[in-house]
């Protein structure tokens, strides 16, 4: 399969520094998994206040 993509590759123009990249891009933002303890909370609650109060 590998061996076809390859194959298409070079058909289609697609330069082998670009293969390479998108590996890299992958191996990179692929490993980072999702806490998602933290999303079980709501994101309202999440998030801080942007209005502050003060007593007068």
């Known amino acids: 399969m590998k ?7 070079q058909i289609a123009g697609v330069a082998q520094g670009e293969s390479e990249r998108l590996a890299r891009a ?3 933002f692929a490993s980072g998994g999702i806490d ?3 999303l079980k909370k709501p994101a309202c609650w999440r ?4 209005v502050q ?3 007068a």
């Not at 061996?3 to 590759?9: E, H, M, P, R, T």
Request: cysteine-free; proline content about 0%; overall charge positive.
């Open 3 to 9: 061996k076809l993509q390859k194959w298409f590759d």
């Open 26 to 28: 992958r191996e990179i």
């Open 36 to 38: 998602e303890a933290s």
């Open 47 to 50: 998030r801080k206040a942007r």
């Open 53 to 55: 109060y003060r007593n």
